[in-house]
């Protein structure tokens, strides 16, 4: 039995040296491949090694907490997790080949949309990581044509908020982002030179009681109200940077408050961008960003996506995402 035990775990020591992809095709040369390559140790191994190398996460992938929390000496057989299972569905590459298998009707749907006038979607983006970066990520938008090219400025005010800039994805769709600061140019400048935070006034708070816990409960004022029931989605742009500090339970209070039922459709998608200065910055990995905000509480589409404010490194992947969940609410 030691020797039995000893041959099964070199071969799992071994098989740990391949990579994910090579051991499902390992897995599909034999039957004995097939049950050895499924082995749930190893694939927990794998999960707990990669993730914090996922560039990208959504509200259908994101794994449960409990999975890298849990030592795996407390798992019972009841409860044992298909790690194999959670890796394929969380990885990008595995999210990727899903979104590559689809039915054929789907891309004839899609071409049939592609050929009718559709109104430009608009979206609110806010949140801390538009100015407590040392970069912009909204200056970067506007001066890279290469990237993002802009194909309008405001012209007109939603209730005193400027209409947004529209920008041209992929030389082809238009849509229009309405960008929504906490305060003042003046006063977000004052604030990143003192490292001191800037009294959000988007918000106002309100006292709200969860059993015999005083609960963080935000509203949002009059002015960004109307926004809010305006636009198709939004974008939540998070700071990521592993060295500073962050009350997540107060951004997550923040995004409920902006996508409160209440101010319209429920299942407008929500991008969260997050984002970083420059890629010398150190992150904090966006899975773990992810249960911070506790977005797995959320009740429509989101998806979160690394970006680099500097390079806007990961942006199109997020825009691309959320034009392709806001058209598809658009066309139900």
Known sequence: AALNGFQIDLQLNIMSFLSPQDLCRLGSTSCYWRAAVQDPLLWRYFVLRDLPTWTSIDWKSLPDEEIFNKAFSEVSDNELYDYMAVYKRSCPEGRRSLKS???????????????????????????????????????????????LLVAGLPQRQIHGIGSGVSFQFNNNQKFNIVTLYSTTSVERRRAREEQAVAVNKMFYQENSTAGNQQAMHYSVIAQVRKVCEVVDGFIYVANAEAHRAHDRQEELARISAMIDPALGPPNRPLLVLSCVSDISVERIPCVYVAHQLQLNLLHQPWMMQDTVAATLDGLLNGIEWLLEEANCKSAQ
């Not at 071409?111 to 006038?117: A, C, D, K």
């Not at 979607?121 to 001066?143: H, I």
């Open 101 to 147: 298998i689809r039915p054929r009707y789907g891309t004839v749907t899609s071409f049939l949309q592609s050929l009718v006038t559709q109104a430009e979607p608009r979206f609110a983006m806010f949140g801390p990581g538009l100015e407590e970066l040392d970069n912009s990520l909204v200056q970067k938008m506007m001066t890279c044509p290469e990237i």
